[in-house]
Nanobody, 127 residues
Framework: QVQLVESGGGLVQAGGSLRLSCAASGRTFDSYRMGWFRQAPGKEREFVAAISWIGSTPIYTDYADTVKGRFTISRDNAKNTDYLQMNSLKPEDTAVYYC?????????????????WGQGTQVTVSS
């Protein structure tokens, strides 16, 4: 089992920044993929960013077109924690943000291909 706990959400003005954290615990894996997704009210959960690992080597990093150039995904292996740095935030970025773990490092962006999920953290961007 893997437990994921997100933190760092909040209220920010348009143009501002937030950094989300996802602390992982439980079983460890040599190869895997960590992703961030978001879900706005009335909308389906959508892919934001993900990074695939083999050991401590990142092999794939992907971003949704809507966040490319503004968001950065990273990981601190020593802390077993993933981050999503979000800059130049827009009101349309308002959503609950979830981190997710995929036991395969395959470069997938599909919600149903991730095995473990955190509880989510709310991000609200005011105009």
């Amino acid at each position: 089992q893997v437990q994921l706990v997100e933190s760092g959400g909040g209220l920010v003005q348009a143009g501002g920044s937030l950094r989300l954290s996802c602390a992982a615990s439980g079983r460890t894996f040599d190869s895997y993929r960590m992703g961030w997704f978001r879900q706005a009210p009335g909308k389906e959960r959508e892919f934001v960013a993900a990074i695939s690992w083999i050991g401590s080597t990142p092999i794939y990093t992907d971003y949704a077109d809507t966040v490319k150039g503004r968001f950065t995904i990273s990981r601190d292996n020593a802390k077993n924690t993933d981050y999503l740095q979000m800059n130049s935030l827009k009101p349309e970025d308002t959503a609950v943000y979830y981190c997710a773990a995929n036991l395969s490092p395959r470069a997938t962006m599909k919600v149903d291909e991730y095995d473990y999920w955190g509880q989510g953290t709310q991000v609200t961007v005011s105009s």
